[in-house]
């Protein structure tokens, strides 16, 4: 059973939420729509982590807003493995990542005889031809400008050879639609924990809140990252491969205008931290209670629109204690409809908050997996699909329930069952320090790196 701390503080978590939820549901319809651009936090409610470029804990975050007409932002939470090699060493055999960095600090502007030091692994390069060198809006020039005096990372250099590319993985962060966002704390804290452990790129998605905007707002936005990765992408092979042939001396000056266009056209647009070590082709999903639900739109609108989406492939993803609902109850919906932090009669009014009032049913294609005419492509074609659930949880039949649909079309999709855990009990705040909720971002990542492992499947689970 949960311990004596963990149901004290369900007790004031299920009062304060239900409050919440019951002053939204009774404001005014003037009063809960905000238009199309919407809210993505609520900071009266959780206090937000700021964004930190430095890897102080291995770890650099910053934020994007990508949408000019929406608030949608993702969250890059970006890991220093990405600047080396993990089995990379120097000749006396000593890892590069570990030798001596105030060297790199040291010669973080270049030298003095025509050389730059990197500064992800303090190696000099001679002579580095200076028409390789480019000053695109955002971008660094070289090596040396990978990092400044004071540890912020900068991100993409077009000549560098000591950086990695990296997995990246949509992280979708729970609050029945109505509540958490992608810079709280404790989301903070979950995908710094999920990078390391992963060795991803994370995109923490903050995607607009209800009831201000209803759905399918947040599904959409969900989308919406999705495609945002596939065109850094395009943009990030674009700039490169103009800048290959400016540097190898092909002749562009009957197209010197157009190189213009396209380069300023491509740095102000392209991310840099992406650009220089994001590998789309390995994608990851992750969803966390509601934004599972997020996470499985997102995967099927993926595979349905294919090569539309290259080079974006998403490989696999993870449904951690998602947020499905149904008219028929299920064995656990009846017995545990009152269980710790979110009880049924919660999370029903979170539904009717999120769902527009004509569309309302337990049983709508967001809220039930299980649901016939579901629409969408067929279960056999949906990525692995890892599906992590909660003893005391009452949505976690249904969440078992679908996992075995899949299986039955073939498609991997094992179910991680934690006992005496809660719902949210690896990404809560008060329980993100838990052996249990660090066992199950570790058994999380032993799963993922089954499919984003460049050498194939070498983990086993």
Known sequence: MPSIGVKLYSVFFKFMLKHRLQSRLQAPENDAVGG?????????EETAAAANPLFTDGVATKDVHIDPVTSVSVRVFLPETCLNFPDAKSKSGVPLLDQNRSLARRYSHGSSDNSVVSGSNAVIVKNVDSSLRRSSYGFSVDDANL???????????PVGKGSRRLPVM??????????GSNDSVANDFFCRRIARLCDVIVLAVGYRLAPENKYPSAFEDGLKVLHWLAKQANLAECTKSLGSSKGAGVDLRRSEGNWHVADAFGASMAEPWLAAHGDPSRCVLLGVSCGANIADYVARKAIEAGK???????????????????????HSEIKLSNSYFYDKAMCILA???FLPEEEFS???????PLVSGRGGPPLKRMPPTLTVVAEHDWMRD???????????????????EYKDAVHEFATLDMLLKTPQAQACAEDIAIWVKKFISLRGHEFSY
Do not use: C
Not at 398 to 410: D, H
């Open 147 to 157: 990092k400044s005096e004071n540890g912020t990372y900068r991100g993409y250099n």
């Open 36 to 44: 199309t651009f919407g809210v993505t936090s609520r900071p009266a």
């Open 170 to 179: 949509l992280q979708f962060h729970g609050g029945g639609f109505v509540s």
């Open 362 to 368: 337990l049983d709508h294609p967001a809220a039930n």
């Open 351 to 353: 539904w009717k908050l």
């Open 398 to 416: 249904r969440a078992i329930a679908y996992s075995e649909e899949l299986r039955k079309v073939n498609v991997d999709a094992p179910v991680l």
């Open 308 to 330: 539309l989406l290259d080079p974006v492939k998403v490989v696999a993803q993870v449904l951690m204690y998602p947020f499905f609902i149904g008219s028929v109850p299920t």
